[in-house]
């Protein structure tokens, strides 16, 4: 992430904020604990820490000199990481970019610093959401309420869970704002970490459209066919470029993914085309699905078309990845 003229570095293993030795900031991570006042050091310390002649980490000086225990220097830099990228979610324009990197295991602190809680509380802190009131419902728009499988690991908090608990049944955005007691501010930024967290969606782009004059018909056997084209397509331009490895790249694409899906995901395989079948389970009432489980499937089509377009950027670079938004364009519309 690059705020203006200062550029910080985030390191995600497997979709979770990890601490890397080589990308810690250290300096950073001290003067973080005196403005909080987790310690307050003598003027010794200060310099020694921040001596360009110091060999030793900050971490270590820390734990030998008796401020801080180890366990407690762990769960403080799990608490500067997650405060520090909670600071980016208000700025006004941040650059992103993502780099590929394999790390060893004695170069990680540590790792699986849950992703969706670093969301839930950037967007608590923020005080203005002008910047995202477009990722937010209409007025009429139906809010369905969702339980991915990662959501008891979320410690929300009662405002919350009042949210959450209120969509038990879908209820229009209008009708949340004027029900709610958490006032029309709040609520819209309960939703907003609702949504971001999956926790509640809303029906737009459900495909409800007329179809042969039967509102709210969606062929998903066509749906299916049309998403499996896509995916053989980039499997077989992939293996063009790198080789055997590429299905290996498409299994883990769907693998890293599939925890942020519907469980109805768990019953998709990979076939040696790369593209997937539906188990006789779900392929026996494709078409009779509800309508919140018939947007499920299509989302998660998008969500695993996006992750292998991003795949291919991140092994093959941004023009291969132009190449293939081109011409999936020729088998349906892309994500």
């Not at 734990?63 to 762990?74: C, K, R, T, Y």
């Not at 600071?87 to 540590?110: K, P, R, Y």
């Not at 609702?194 to 809303?202: A, G, R, T, W, Y």
Request: aromatic share 12%; charged share 25%.
């Amino acid at each position: 992430m690059k705020p203006g003229r200062f550029e910080r570095s985030f390191c995600f293993i497997k979709g979770d904020l990890a601490a890397i030795k080589k990308y810690f900031p250290e300096k950073d991570f001290l003067d973080w604990l005196i403005e909080t006042k987790k310690i307050e050091p003598p003027l010794r310390f200060n310099r020694h820490v921040i001596s360009p002649n110091s060999s030793d980490s900050t971490v270590a000086i820390l734990i030998e000199q008796g401020f801080l225990s180890s366990p407690e220097v762990f769960e403080l830099i799990n608490n500067f990481l997650n405060s520090r990228l909670a600071d980016h979610f208000e700025l006004a324009s941040v650059e992103h970019e993502f780099t590929e990197e394999n790390f060893q295991e004695e170069d990680i602190l540590f790792k699986g610093m849950f992703t969706p809680s670093i969301i839930l509380n950037g967007i608590r802190k923020m005080s203005r959401l002008d910047s995202l009131v477009r990722y937010l419902p209409s007025e009429k728009e139906l809010i369905f309420r969702q339980v991915p499988t990662y959501s008891s690991k979320l410690n929300l908090m009662p405002p919350e869970i009042y949210l959450w608990n209120l969509l038990q049944v879908p209820r229009n955005f209008s009708w949340l704002l004027e029900q709610s007691w958490l006032g029309p501010t709040e609520t819209k930024k309960v939703i907003l970490a609702l949504s971001c967290l999956k926790l509640v969606d809303f029906n737009r782009n459900l495909g409800l459209a007329e179809n042969n004059g039967r509102p709210g018909f969606v062929d998903l056997e066509k749906c299916l066919i049309a998403f499996n084209e896509r995916c053989s397509f980039i499997y077989k331009y992939v293996a063009k470029q790198l080789g055997p490895v590429a299905f290996n790249l498409i299994e883990k694409c769907y693998r890293e993914v599939q925890e942020y899906l519907d469980p109805i995901f768990l019953n998709l395989e990979i076939k040696p085309d790369g593209s997937f079948e539906p188990r006789a389970m779900l392929k026996f009432s494709l078409n009779e699905l509800s309508a919140e489980e018939k947007k499920a499937l299509l989302r998660g089509f998008d969500e695993i078309l996006t992750a292998e377009l991003l795949m291919v950027k991140k092994n093959l670079g941004n023009q291969h990845e132009a190449i293939l938004v081109k011409n999936l364009k020729r088998t349906g519309e892309t994500t």
